[in-house]
């Protein structure tokens, strides 16, 4: 079956550090790749996504590459702020509208 | 737009009782789905809406469950009777197509059943 495995949290970081959330993931064909991410109190939000391998998707400073040889998709952050304190949620699609959801990883980031 | 509003934010229950969610999607989406988040599964589609009409129910967990969507603009997911394994915060997303990046979410319903 299709399933995403991501890094188990909480972590916790002080501003300006570097970010990594590891995903890696099963599918049985080609699917597309997303982070999401839930600000507290909040829904999720699309934070970046790719959808095909070698992708590189973006967005506010946050970068993850879509690799099929590793079956990865790692966010990263250069420097992180305190508003980037959420759960971030890796997800897979392969039918356009059904998303697998890894189990989400909690960013702490300490002033 | 306002967003995709849920109702209530917050339900504590006692096993046994009758427990509805509701939701309202963005005006113009077509697309409205009901998902359930807990520690053990992760986020889980429970089942989705086309144009007011059920089209893929696979992920609601048993008969105890029901969604209905009697028009564009409100949905509604119950569950009769409720037991405490069903706590868990359920979210309702919108889109106006099925494409999984283009979903909206709603901030949560925190279920808790006693």
């Known amino acids: 079956g299709n399933s995403v495995t991501q890094m188990e949290g909480p972590v916790t970081l002080s501003e300006e550090a570097f970010l990594t959330i590891n995903c890696t993931y099963t599918a049985t064909g080609y699917p597309s790749l997303f982070w999401y991410v839930q600000y507290p109190g909040e829904g999720l939000q699309l934070l970046l996504k790719a959808t095909k391998a070698d992708d590189k998707g973006s967005n506010k400073g946050f970068e993850a590459t879509y690799r099929k040889e590793t079956t990865s998709f790692h966010l990263e952050k250069g420097s992180v702020q305190v508003s980037d304190s959420a759960v971030y949620f890796c997800?897979?699609?392969?039918?356009?509208?059904?998303?697998?959801f890894g189990a989400g990883t909690t960013v702490t980031v300490r002033a | 737009d306002a967003g995709v509003i849920q109702s209530p934010r917050h339900e504590v229950t006692e096993m046994g009782q009758e427990v509805t969610l509701r939701c309202k999607p963005i005006s113009g989406h077509d697309y409205l789905f009901w998902y359930r988040q807990t520690m053990m599964r992760g986020l889980e589609l429970l089942i989705y809406f086309n144009n007011n009409v059920p089209i893929d129910d696979s992920g609601m967990p048993e008969d105890r469950f029901s969604a209905k969507m009697p028009n564009a603009s409100f949905s509604t997911l119950k569950i009769q009777p409720s037991e405490p394994r069903d706590s868990a915060v359920y979210f309702c997303a919108s889109s106006f197509w099925k494409g999984a990046e283009t979903q909206y979410f709603g901030p949560g319903t925190r279920l808790l059943v006693l």
């Open positions: 997800a897979l699609s392969l039918n356009d509208y059904k998303l697998s």
